[in-house]
């Protein structure tokens, strides 16, 4: 198995699109809630809060896939990114340590995500250490 330096994820309550890679290799996984719940912008009963089982078990099996980066950029619609952050916060402080950046990003292509990832990355690494 390769070594990827850099992870990133486009992330929607749909799917997760996660993209391991390091200067040569790209490895692409999808992964889908296994109960995709429907998008709902307010519900009052759950004071606006979606945290399902199901959703907690998505996000587990994003943050399993991502664990291996050194590197990871967390992108998508604005409340997806955020919840993946806080999820990461929450229960994987070592994982969370590598997010670099958090970018809301539409719903870009895999080829345009690829480059915005490549993009990220060669400013990230060619930036004075922070240590």
């Known amino acids: 198995m390769a070594d ?10 749909r799917e997760a699109k996660i993209f391991l890679f390091n200067a040569t290799e790209v490895d692409r996984m999808m992964l889908h809630p296994h109960d995709p719940s429907r998008h709902i912008l307010y519900n009052a009963s759950k004071e ?12 587990e099996q994003v943050s399993a896939e991502i664990c291996d980066g050194k590197a990871i950029l967390i992108t998508g619609p604005s409340n997806e990114t955020s919840e993946l952050a806080a999820h990461l916060r929450r229960h994987h402080l070592n994982i ?25 990355f060669t400013a990230e690494d060619r930036s004075p250490s922070q240590t």
Do not use: C, M, Q
């Open 4 to 13: 990827y330096l850099h992870a990133i994820v486009w992330i929607d309550h």
């Open 48 to 59: 606006g809060k979606d945290d399902t089982p199901s959703k907690d078990a998505f996000l």
């Open 96 to 120: 969370a340590s590598f997010v670099v950046g958090i970018e809301t990003i539409d719903h870009p292509s895999n080829g345009a995500l690829i480059a915005v990832a490549r993009l990220f």
